[in-house]
């Protein structure tokens, strides 16, 4: 009984104390204690401060190493796009879109009034500020790609209406009328470019006036297959004769300028192999857009 009432009391002594300092440490009256005791809690408050919580980083970031190789992989990066800027600048010169989208509700009436009917047109020269084309909203008379982008839109959709009227339409065979279509655009500024190059002409053309030029003639072809699905076949015929003439007489006038040298541009004799060379690559230009009208909507008219 001795023993355990020794044994109870000592415990009781050896609590008291450690009861006392944590509760001293809690309400935080002793600051000069230095460990604190986590036998009770089972856990350790972690370490705070932003050294502890930035340090991985901070040691990525303060590597000389590290800051060399994004650096150089930031121009390594800004060389390959300006490559490619310059490559595309090339063939397609990107920076220039915007000027052949320069359009408004005037220029494409009228624009679409002189490819139906050209023959009236007397003045087809390209307005000029400061060596500087002018916008085509300010000139019927220059190149732009909403008509031929619209034309060809239309066109696709104009075709799988006169498929679907003939119970012919199906999602894959529009997709192939649409691609066939672009790839014969493609393929005709190509031949373009390749004759230009073979018969040496120094002109201001570039791609994109001649995919410009080139995506007039669906312009024709919606005409005439609007009118073979109104009023039958005969009409058809009728209506793409007329807008195949009137796309060739507007391609001759305008190409002229572009590809004939300052004395045919001025209305006097064409002389010399070289320039007969070009007068004949501008008919030929123009005879092969009746060619792709009629090629491509055929088939649609039943």
């Known amino acids: ?15 008291q104390p450690n009861m006392r300092l944590r509760n001293s440490s809690v309400d935080g009256s002793d600051g000069s204690q230095l460990f604190e ?10 370490p705070a401060g932003p050294q502890a919580a930035g340090f991985p980083a901070q040691s990525i970031l303060s590597d000389p190493m590290s800051n060399l190789a994004m650096a150089y992989g930031s121009s390594l990066a800004s060389q390959g796009r300006e490559m490619v800027d310059k490559n595309l600048d090339r063939f397609i010169p990107i920076s220039k879109l915007k000027y052949y989208f320069a359009v408004d509700t005037v220029y494409v009436g009228k624009k679409l009034g002189l ?4 023959y009236m047109h007397e003045n087809w020269e390209v ?40 119970n012919r339409f199906s999602p894959e065979l529009l997709g192939v009328q649409a691609s066939s279509a672009l790839v014969w655009l493609i393929i ?14 120094n002109t201001d053309l570039t791609t994109i006036d001649l995919l410009a030029f080139s995506g ?27 807008c195949c003439a009137a796309i060739f007489v507007f391609m001759i006038r305008t190409l002229r300028l572009k ?18 060379l070009r007068m004949y690559l501008t008919m030929s230009i123009a005879a092969a857009q009746p060619i ?7 088939h649609l008219i039943r």
Request: hydrophobic residues 45%; charged residues 15%.
């Open 1 to 15: 009984m001795d023993y355990t009432a020794n044994q109870s009391g000592f415990r009781q002594r050896k609590l």
């Open 216 to 242: 007039y003639k669906y312009v024709g072809m919606i005409v005439g297959v609007v009118a073979g699905l109104m009023f039958g076949k005969p009409a058809y015929y009728l209506s793409l004769l007329w």
């Open 127 to 166: 307005s000029y500020q400061q060596d500087t084309p002018v916008a085509p909203r300010f000139d019927v008379n220059a190149p732009d790609l909403y008509i031929p982008t619209m034309g060809f839109i239309t066109y696709v959709l104009v075709a799988g209406l006169a498929l679907g009227t003939q």
């Open 115 to 118: 490819l139906v009917f050209p």
């Open 292 to 298: 792709f009208m009629y090629w491509l909507t055929y």
């Open 37 to 46: 005791d986590t036998s009770g809690t089972g856990y350790s408050n972690p």
């Open 188 to 201: 005709e500024v190509l031949a373009v470019l390749l004759s230009l190059y073979l018969v040496t002409v």
């Open 259 to 276: 590809l004939l040298s300052e004395a045919a541009a001025e209305g006097r004799l064409v002389r010399g192999a070289r320039n007969q």
